[in-house]
């Protein structure tokens, strides 16, 4: 039921979190989303060359759990929010809800039995005050917060609070208002309404720098973001959620933002294949999602990556294999193909479990294809020691074998200190970027709202090989790539953005 964008890979569907342990938190792990509440409902060492070691009968390590530490980063900020979020939840502890993203908990024990149930539900883990961080329980009159009128997103104790903390919310106060809008229209994704069925691209993927040029190719754009406004579940959402129903232009933004979130990795991942020079017309191809988890894997359906065929029409096939601890159980839930993917289509499985043992025991083994590329989306190993010593032994896989690997962060401080924790590994980087791709849709942080909202994959980073084997021009990518070798930049990348207001 609850949502988020980061565990050791961060993605999708869900409410925004937050980094534990960083000083620039983004979006937190628990945050009630009600798209994934309803889709709850309804549904350590470098490799070694010589002989593969067999499968360990149990799990050597575990990654760190990062729900766990946004759970505390939470509370730090807003003390008991974590509490709350639980009680909406209907549940009586932090292994309730591990258990509900593991898909071991019924979507029925969440409580939730009406549409307005939960919207107020998802709202009400939002209901603290912005300025004293107190929490309903904590006033005289639980009833007396009341939310900030231009946003609808933030609340307040009293007037006192309220401009104490307008110097610092005026800042932000106009992009949470979309925050706000588009975390209850995410609902759309999981009844299916958006997103909006895509075409073939008219233009080489080469030529497409970014989403103005892939809305450009969208046929009857104008018709189909009417039908989703026009939709039975679009009227179900605003005669539920407790607030009155935004202009059909606002409406038709907010959708369009939420179509690029839902895109954005498929496109992230034919960017990757761009920038390494990897042809998908020319043989069939794998790629590995490492630290996937329920971000990527919740309610995921098989055909949610199919833009890449639209982005590369004709290709030989394509198997996306999702590796982390925290895959959830679903359709996408079957083994790797041992074989090359099926041509023409795009083919999702998945592995729970560290990506170092899925090296050894199916990688070194052929019961799964070695990767042509290797994406992570939003590992987080910059975030504290405990997530980079869990990441230690599958960055150093990465590095040894020398296999092409994308990944992406939200922020420019978070690029810095993965970029600083890469060198010291002695990791060869390609290059780093602005991203063309990035998600249009702003996400703020959870338990303290006030801060410039973030973007899923606002920056990528590529790597190959270690330092020592880097050969100087080796793979170097096209012109026109809109690469960049020093400070992150928008220029030469249309429609791309920058993590901040703008």
């Not at 989303?33 to 549904?43: E, V």
């Not at 904590?138 to 900030?148: E, H, I, N, Q, V």
């Not at 989403?211 to 959402?237: H, N, P, V």
């Amino acid at each position: 039921m609850a949502g988020g964008r980061r565990r050791g890979g961060g993605g999708r569907r869900g409410g925004p979190r937050q980094h534990p342990g960083n000083q620039e938190p983004t979006p937190s792990p628990a945050s009630l989303s009600p798209a994934a509440t309803m889709a709850q409902q309804n549904a350590g060492t470098a490799p070694k060359t010589g002989r593969p070691k067999k499968p360990m009968e149990e799990p050597v390590a575990r990654a760190p759990d990062v729900d766990s530490l946004g759970f505390q980063a939470m509370d730090r900020n807003v003390p008991g929010l974590s509490h709350v979020i639980l009680q909406k939840l209907n549940m009586k502890s932090y292994e309730d809800y591990k258990s509900a993203m593991d898909g071991r908990k019924s979507g029925r024990d969440f409580g939730i039995r009406t549409y307005f149930d939960m919207f107020q539900k998802m709202e009400d883990t939002f209901k603290f005050c912005a300025e004293c961080k107190k929490l309903p329980d904590a006033l005289p009159d639980p009833k007396s917060l009341r939310r900030c009128k231009r946003c609808q997103n933030v609340y307040y104790c009293g007037v006192a609070c309220q401009r104490a903390n307008w110097p610092l919310h005026k800042k932000f106060c106009k992009k949470l208002k979309l925050v706000a809008l588009d975390r209850l229209v995410e609902w759309l994704i999981f009844t299916g309404d958006i997103p909006f069925p895509t075409e073939t691209w008219t233009k080489p993927a080469q030529d497409v720098e970014g989403w103005e040029d892939w809305f450009s190719m969208q046929g009857q754009l104008e018709e189909k973001l009417g039908a989703i406004l026009a939709g039975r579940y679009m009227t179900l959402l605003w005669a539920n959620a407790g607030k009155p129903r935004p202009e059909d232009g606002e409406l038709r933004e907010s959708v369009r933002r939420l179509v690029t979130d839902f895109h954005s990795r498929p496109l992230t991942i034919g960017l990757g294949l761009r920038l390494f020079s990897i042809d998908p017309l020319a043989k069939a191809l794998t790629v590995h999602v490492v630290g996937a988890s329920h971000v990527e894997t919740l309610n995921t359906r098989l055909t949610d990556y199919d833009e890449l065929t639209r982005m590369f029409p004709g290709h030989r096939g394509m198997e996306l294999v999702m590796v982390g601890v925290d895959v959830v159980d679903g359709p996408i839930m079957r083994p790797p193909l041992a074989t090359p993917a099926p041509q023409g289509r795009v083919y999702l499985s998945s592995y729970k479990g560290l990506y170092h043992d899925f090296w050894e025991s199916h990688v070194e083994t052929k019961l799964a294809a070695r990767p042509d590329l290797v994406v992570g989306f939003h590992p987080g190993f910059h975030a504290c020691p405990d997530l980079l010593a869990g990441w230690l032994p599958t960055l150093l896989l990465l590095r040894d074998y020398r296999l092409p690997v994308l990944f992406t962060v939200y922020s420019e401080q978070e690029l810095k200190s993965s970029l600083q924790i890469l060198v010291e590994l002695e990791t060869h980087i390609m290059g780093y970027a602005t991203n063309p791709f990035a998600s249009l849709r702003p996400e703020q942080v959870y338990s303290s709202p006030n801060k410039a909202p973030v973007y899923c994959s606002s920056y990528y980073i590529t790597l190959l090989g270690p330092v020592a084997l880097a050969v100087p021009g080796a793979e170097e990518p096209e012109d026109g790539d809109g690469w960049q070798g020093g400070e992150p930049s928008a220029a030469g990348a249309a429609g791309s953005i920058a993590p901040g207001l703008g």
